[in-house]
């Protein structure tokens, strides 16, 4: 098979029988979307810009806009962006140069279901992580073979067989902070190593795997102990 990892489970709480496993991904551009050019016909210089430094300048500025812009879209869309990193449970899997994204979410997929008695658990992993892996397998013609169907980790307000603890935490209406780092301090928990989901694709450009690995085990752990939280008061069963 395309190989799995086994992790070790434990119930996050001694009176409770649930085992769950937490699940992240990193997004980043892909070459196909860095590769859409800009336009100048879009974006007019002002009318006062008269002289053809003036002009020049705008055009500069914008196209340097242009590819921040593209850089960010693109890791929020399926469609435009690829997955460069996956952790699963403890392990944490990175594909910086994307020659492999298709085993990568392989890998994934059968780690997942071999730790199929355990609940996968994500903060918006509705909404972006599976959702991403599901869109992204499709395209790469990757199967999918998990103890649910797809659709089932994507349904809303239920906690089986996928917890999404953002959903738990805002319901239906996220506020502005309601990110995993806003909801782990809110609980106490420690986010220092946590770093910015902005700066992947920095530290992709730079060939910093390291990075990439760091930051994603930071999620898995920070989702663990917010799991746990919640867990403790009742509000994921």
Not at 1 to 20: D, F, K
Not at 158 to 175: A, K, Y
Not at 189 to 208: L, N, Y
Request: charged share 20%; hydrophobic share 40%.
């Amino acid at each position: 098979g395309r190989g799995s990892t086994t992790v070790t489970l434990h119930p996050i709480q001694e009176h409770s029988l649930m085992l769950l496993l937490p699940f992240d991904i990193e997004t980043i551009p892909s070459a196909r979307a860095l590769a859409i050019p800009y336009n100048p016909d879009d974006n007019p210089p002002p009318a006062n810009y008269k002289t053809p430094d003036a002009i020049a300048g705008h055009h500069e500025r914008a196209k340097a806009a242009h590819a921040v812009g593209i850089a960010k879209t693109a890791s929020l869309n399926p469609r435009l962006g690829r997955i460069v990193a996956i952790g699963v449970g403890d392990d944490v899997r990175v594909n910086l140069a994307g020659d492999d994204e298709s085993a990568l979410i392989g890998w994934a997929l059968d780690t997942i279901a071999a730790n199929g008695n355990a609940r996968v658990v994500t903060f918006n992993g509705k909404a972006f992580d599976f959702r991403w892996l599901f869109i992204r397998a499709a395209m790469l013609g990757v199967e999918v073979n998990l103890p649910c169907k797809p659709d089932e980790y994507l349904r809303r307000y239920t906690c089986d067989p996928h917890v999404d603890l953002m959903e738990v935490l805002s319901g239906s209406r996220p506020e502005k902070g309601d990110s995993l780092e806003g909801w782990a301090l809110a609980f106490g928990i420690d986010t220092s190593k946590i770093g910015s989901g902005a700066d992947i694709w920095p530290a992709v450009q730079r060939g910093d795997d390291a990075f990439v690995r760091d930051h994603c085990a930071a999620d898995l752990s920070i989702t663990s102990q917010l799991a746990a939280k919640l867990d403790a008061a009742g509000l994921l069963r």
